[in-house]
T-cell receptor, first 114, second 111 residues
Framework: ETGVTQSPTHLIKTRGQQVTLRCSSQSGHNTVSWYQQALGQGPQFIFQYYREEENGRGNFPPRFSGLQFPNYSSELNVNALELDDSALYLC???FGGGAGQPQHFGDGTRLSIL | SQQGEEDPQALSIQEGENATMNCSYKTSINNLQWYRQNSGRGLVHLILIRSNEREKHSGRLRVTLDTSKKSSSLLITASRAADTASYFCATDVSSGYALNFGKGTSLLVTP
């Protein structure tokens, strides 16, 4: 069973730039959720994709957007980067939509904004 | 905003001792989950307890849930140095698609 993989592991950008983060879900899973974790904080829900559709969204501005592909892998895109976007971005996969099952997390992408 | 809040924020114990972490939350839930995070890594699911359950066990882990007090506890028995990590509770609220995490408890187990 292949686990959740995220790329890249680290990324450095400057304010105003755009970034794309990638996530491959665990085999057999059709749901991907993205979370932002600032230093010393718990993860904050960004959005969830279920069967290629956005299934729910947290309190993040529209410059945070995403995609899910037919193989259920996913991308997180962030436009007009701000200093506060510096964080660990985590994706989690599961089966069946929602959050009522254990979530399987990748090791995240560490994004630093200069 | 964060739904759950863990207590204590930090806990330091010796190997062999038990570790207890508590979680309080604000609104009604469908289920509550506990996760572990080693430094710089992703979260690992430990246990899920549904709102109609009161206690669950998994190996050295024991989780209780008191929905009347909106609280949960995680007990790790016979702690090992490898248990050193941050522990988070997460609630699945009525929206159903998001997990709401607390700020976590940082556990240090010394040999």
């Amino acid at each position: 069973e292949t686990g959740v993989t995220q790329s890249p592991t680290h990324l450095i950008k400057t304010r105003g730039q755009q970034v794309t983060l990638r996530c491959s879900s665990q085999s057999g899973h059709n749901t991907v959720s993205w979370y932002q974790q600032a230093l010393g904080q718990g993860p904050q829900f960004i959005f969830q994709y279920y069967r290629e559709e956005e299934n729910g969204r947290g309190n993040f501005p529209p410059r945070f957007s995403g995609l899910q592909f037919p193989n259920y892998s996913s991308e997180l895109n962030v436009n007009a980067l701000e200093l506060d976007d510096s964080a660990l971005y985590l994706c989690a996969s599961s089966f069946g939509g929602g959050a009522g099952q254990p979530q399987h997390f990748g090791d995240g992408t560490r994004l630093s904004i200069l | 905003s964060q739904q759950g809040e863990e207590d204590p924020q930090a806990l330091s114990i010796q190997e062999g001792e038990n570790a207890t972490m508590n979680c309080s939350y604000k609104t009604s839930i469908n289920n509550l989950q506990w996760y572990r995070q080693n430094s710089g890594r992703g979260l690992v699911h430990l246990i899920l307890i549904r709102s109609n359950e009161r206690e669950k066990h998994s190996g050295r882990l024991r989780v209780t849930l008191d929905t009347s007090k909106k609280s949960s506890s995680l007990l790790i028995t016979a702690s090992r140095a490898a248990d050193t990590a941050s522990y988070f509770c997460a609630t699945d609220v009525s929206s159903g698609y998001a997990l709401n995490f607390g700020k976590g408890t940082s556990l240090l187990v010394t040999p």
